[in-house]
C-alpha cells in the first residue's frame, strides 16, 4: 500500500541514466532495458530514498504547475513496483 | 509510401563483444563457432576500447562482454573501467570457471554492473561431464560469493536432452544458490549445438514438461527471481523475430574484429561482414552491405513476402534457414507456412531416433582439437 509516508529507491543494480542519442532516460538493468517516457523518468527520478510519497506529489506539482496528478502518480509508482524497478524503503 | 510496411530502423542498443574464443570448457551446446580455431587473432585492448567508444556514440548502452570466456582476457578490468565510464551498463556472461573472490572485486572496483554465471546442470557428474572439466563445486562457490560482493546473482542454465528431466533439481539448485535472475534458455541449435543436436534435442513431451514445471516455478517465486525462458523454437509453429530485426539493435563484434549483425551470421555465404579493424562502427551500422543486407522486406522469398506477419517476425532467423534449407533467403522453416517445415520435423525425428538408439552418437565436445578436424 503506498501511503503519504512511503518512501520509494531504485531497486538495487538498476541504474536511471539520461541517454543523449536518444533523448530520453532509460531504466537499465541486468541484459535489459526500458525507455522512459517523459512523465515516467521524472517521476522514478524522484525515488531517491529521501523523498515520501506525498513530497514526490508536491515536487511534480508544483514543476508542472497543476494539481490532481496525485492518481496519475500514484498508478505509475505502483506499476513501477511491479516491474520490479522501485521497492519500498519505509 | 503509403500501405507498405516499413522495416523498424534504429541505432545499436546492445553491444555484444565477444572478447575471445578461448575457453576452458568444452560445452557440447556451444553456439560459437565450429571453426573457432582459425579465427585467433584477438582485438588489442586499444581495438576494444575504441569500438566500446564508436558504439557508444551511436547509441549502444547495453554491453555484454562474452566470449568464449572472457575471464581470460588479463585486460578485462581495463575494459569494463573504460565502458563504464562511457556510460554502459556493463554485462558479464562467464562461466564462473577460474573467478576468484580477488578477480570479483577488481571487477567490482572496476564498474562492473553484473555477472552471469552459467551452469550446466544441478548436479556434478553431469554438470563435470557436459563442462567437460570438473567445475560444478568451484561454480557453486563461485555463483555465492557474486552474491555476497553484492552483485545480483543471474544464473543461466541451458537446457536440453541432457539435464530436462532435472527442471525441479535446476530450480531448486537456482534457489539455493539465491538467484535473483535464472535464464532456462533451451538449446538454439546453431555452432556446436547444431552439431550435436540429434544428441542434445529434447522431444516435444520432455519440453512440455519442462515448462509447464517452469512456469509453475515462476509464479511461485514471482517477487523474488525472475525466470525467463527462452523457447526452443523447433516445437513452436512461428519464428522469433530474429534480432528484433536485422541490422536495427544489436551488433556483435567477434575476438577477431568481424562485427556481426548477429552472433551466428559468419556462416552465412557471400554476406561477407565487415572488420573493425577496417571500419568505424559507424560506418559498418549505416553503410556496411553485410547490416544492409536483410535490414528491409525486399530480400523476401514466398511465403514471407506477402505474408502480414512480416513486420512481427521478419520471417524468422537467417541463419536457421540457412543451416535447414542451404538457402539463406527461404522462410525460417520453423514457421507452418514454411513449404520446407519438412526439415525441421526430419530434424525431430533423427533426434528422436538417436534417443531410442542401442547406439546414440557420443557428444561432441567444444575444444580445440574438433575445432581444427570439423571446421
Ligand atoms: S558455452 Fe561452454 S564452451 Fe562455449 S564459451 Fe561458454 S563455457 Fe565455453
Ligand atoms: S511466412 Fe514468413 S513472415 Fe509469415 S509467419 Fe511465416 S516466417 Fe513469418
Known sequence: ?90 | MAGLPSYPSGSPRWLLAELTYRCPLQCPYCSNPVDYAQHQDELSTEAWCRVFSEARALGAVQLGLSGGEPLVRKDLSTLIAHARELGYYTNLITSGYGLTEERIAELKSSGLDHIQISIQAPEKTLNDKLAGTESFEEKKAVARLIKTQGYPMVLCVVIHRENIHLMNEILEMATALGADYLELANTQYYGWAHLNRDQLMPTRAQFETAEAIAQAYKEKVKGQMKIYYVVPDYYEDRPKPCMNGWGTTFLTVAPDGLALPCHEARILPGLDCPNVRDFSIKEIWEESPAFKHFRHFDWMEEPCKSCPEKIKDFGGCRCQAYLLTGNMKATDPVCSKSPLHHTVEEAIHLAEQDRVSSAPKPLIFRNSGNSKTLG
Not at chain 1, 54 to 65: G, K, P, Q, R, S
Request: net charge negative; charged share 25%.
Open chain 1, 1 to 90: 500500500m503506498i501511503q503519504d509516508t512511503t518512501r520509494f529507491g531504485l531497486s538495487p543494480h538498476y541504474r536511471l541514466q539520461w541517454e543523449e542519442s536518444q533523448q530520453r532516460f532509460v531504466m537499465l538493468y541486468p541484459e535489459g532495458m526500458v525507455e522512459l517516457n517523459g512523465p515516467a523518468a521524472e517521476i522514478l527520478k524522484l525515488c531517491d530514498g529521501t523523498r515520501r510519497f506525498i513530497d514526490m506529489v508536491d515536487t511534480l506539482e508544483t514543476a508542472f504547475d497543476t494539481k490532481g496528478l496525485r492518481s496519475d502518480i500514484e498508478e505509475l509508482v505502483q506499476a513501477a513496483l511491479g516491474h520490479g524497478w522501485i521497492t519500498i524503503l519505509s
